[in-house]
């Protein structure tokens, strides 16, 4: 039998296909994922509110240039003035706080003996001086001055009148 250079070449150009297609390697599709969503910018926490807080309550018989009380007193003469100093505080003294507070002053039975309210504008610590009086004389027995903030009690205070 002969062969022809045609039937070599042949058979050598489909062996050499066949061990090329063999050898080549399945190559894994690239897949670019697409681009992240940006992730949400965080909110801000919203910052507190600054409170305002009654810290303490004191009664007498004079209060100085800061409304605090000099003569601490809980009997008082029936001719005295009574001066409570309320204490107070903001959380927050680089932002003023709006609010009120309110001195009611009552007699044993809860007869109501005197209410005074004041705006403010709180800043820091500081204080505010109340004061009730009268001029005929204080009716012997016990009292209590109730202080209020923002129209809610607060802090009280009783004492005496001998």
Known sequence: MMRTPIHAALAAALLGTLALAGCKKDEPAVVTPPPAAPAPTPMPAPAPAAAVSVTSVDLGTAVDANNRV?????????????????????????MPQRGQLTARWSFEDGQLVDELSRDFDFTGTGNTAFQVSKPDGWPVGRYKVEILLNGAVVQTREYEVR
């Open 70 to 94: 000099t003569a601490p007193a809980t009997t008082f003469a029936r001719g005295d003035t009574i001066h409570a100093s309320v204490a107070t505080t903001s959380s927050d003294p680089a």
